[in-house]
């Protein structure tokens, strides 16, 4: 198959899918739950979730986004997404079905949610650019970056209506959403347990207007239709919040009755065991996909620089008509943001909690910075040494 071939075979399946599924926050946003137990495949029929073992790759989030990098790609046979990394293979969720890859040395750094170009022997090709990331720093005495998801649409920041709700811890949240260029949306749990949202809502728009906020009942279907909305045409979601505020029983919500599904992907690997149960991308009943893996759990803050300026967008834009440009908003001589919190246009809370938060991701982004430096220093030596002792066994 030629280059073009392959492209078109591509097109025939996806494109003409993949045009509705750039929707844009609003649409996804109101287009209704669907709550059948049928999905589309290629053939574009609806088939009876048993007998499924195809998907169309907008089912499992592909878009404009992917394609258009098609077109510059060197040969490639067919497209595959990561569904889970294991030590030594990733799983694959392709067209035809699932399958896995083994990681070799001088395969790039992947995980789950990447899309990859496979040749026709199903070998790695290429991984694609991703449109959102997320990366940690990695735990223990290492401090290097570890990448935790990739191509997300929407993260789910959830807090509990009780005394978990905590507006700080949300911010370091939305700071981390928006550094991995993700949307978030702000899920509100045991709303059957709060008898005044106001104050709550009011917290939060205190941070940003637009925000996107939900508030449910997790233990109450109806209400968590919400949010399969946000969970349709292949998009990707994910959650984050801390624990015992109802992230399981909302993924188990979402999912729903899955287990049809999953027996008709259900696939041997060589040694004849399953692979689909240690899977972290998971199709939804309401046609997204959800990602859940530990790492997003325990997502820290660091090199978040960016992500933290969008947070807090208000006070860098009154930090920027200040008198001088290194103002520490403390007792300087035009500071603009003293004088918003003076006029009551920001709070001092906010201040306090933005220069905390980039303290912490300086302090942690550095160290990971300086273990790169570390480790470009000592190849370097390495380097030296071998030199030298080649120089040495020569002379
Ligand atoms: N009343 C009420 N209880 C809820 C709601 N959502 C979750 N719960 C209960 O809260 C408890 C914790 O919920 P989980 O879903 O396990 O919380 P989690 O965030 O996944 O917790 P970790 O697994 O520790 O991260 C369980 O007993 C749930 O039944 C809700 O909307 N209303
Ligand atoms: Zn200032």
Redesign the pocket.
Known sequence: MTKSNRFNHLKSSTLSRTTSSASTCSSSKSSAASSTTSIEINSGVSTPLENVSLYNLKQLGWSPFFQQQLIETQEYASVARVSAHHRSQYQLLTESGESTLTIHQNMPEMTVGDWLLLDSQQQFVAVLERSALFSRKAAGSKVEQQLIAANLDWVFI?S??NDDFNINRIERYLALVHEAKVTPVIVL?????CDDLTPYIEALRELDASLLIET?????EQ?TRALSSYCVDGKTVA?I????????????ALLGDTSQLTSAIRQDDSKGRHTTTSRSLHLTQSGGLLLDTPGM?ELQLADCEEGLNETFADLVEYSQQCRFIDCQHEQEPGCAVQAAIENGQLTERRLQSFQKLMREQALNGASIAEKRAKDKNLSKMYKRVQGEARVHKRG
Request: proline share 0%.
């Open positions: 959830v509990s209506l749990t045991k709303v059957d347990l449910v009942n997790g233990l109450d209400s959650f919040g801390s624990s015992g505020v109802g992230k399981s029983t909302l993924v188990n759990r």
